[in-house]
């Protein structure tokens, strides 16, 4: 079944077709509410309120407008984010960088010390930076998929993405490591 039509069917109120719909996105689900609130509960406690929004209001989903891919994540990132807030998820990420270990999905990310040191330093950016630095390299979503999901333009996108390197890199060339990768083409070498 494509997703076209498990979506025509989870709209008509096939709980089965719905569950098969977002089985595809709750891997980075879960990662995105990780990476936010940095706390494995409370990201639980996350996507399973985002999965129940978005059942209750699926049939004002208009498939014109965006992808349930990005409708979805757009849902997730407004119940993270007001979690986060809420609960004032803020800590550093030490649960994060002293727990992580293989077989996890947060652990997919956090490879070596310069990892922990990047994602220190993600968490020094502003909320809307971190969100479009983990939408974009993390997640691996495009620009225009991003704009849909915050509802900004693609230029708005942009140019948090360039505040946001910037920063980044103004931060991790006093890294002691030397080198931080970001993602293949964005290095910052110290030397």
């Keep these: 079944m494509t997703e076209h039509e498990e ?26 509410a990780f990476m936010i609130l940095r706390e494995r509960a409370v990201a639980d406690d996350a996507v399973q309120e985002a999965l129940i929004r978005t059942y209750k209001s699926i049939h004002r989903f208009n498939p014109e407008i965006a992808s349930f891919k990005t409708w979805f994540h757009q849902i997730l990132l407004h119940v993270t984010w007001k ?5 004032r998820f803020f800590s550093p990420w030490k649960e994060l960088l002293d727990n992580s270990s293989e077989g996890q999905p947060e652990y997919v990310y956090l490879q070596g010390e310069n990892q922990k040191e990047l994602y220190q330093t993600i968490r020094k950016l502003s909320k809307k930076h971190q969100t479009v630095i983990i939408l974009y390299y993390m997640q691996e979503f495009s ?21 946001a390197r910037g920063e980044l890199k103004n931060e991790l060339m006093s890294s002691p490591h030397g080198e931080i990768s970001l993602k293949e083409g964005w290095t910052w070498n110290k030397n």
């Design 83 to 87: 979690m986060a807030k809420r609960k």
């Design 7 to 32: 979506l025509i069917k989870a709209q008509s109120g096939d709980h089965h077709a719905f569950n098969s719909l977002l089985r595809h996105y709750l891997p980075s689900a879960y990662q995105v």
């Design 143 to 163: 620009v225009s998929e991003i704009a849909s999901i915050l509802t900004v333009s693609e230029g708005t996108i942009k140019s948090r993405l360039h505040y």
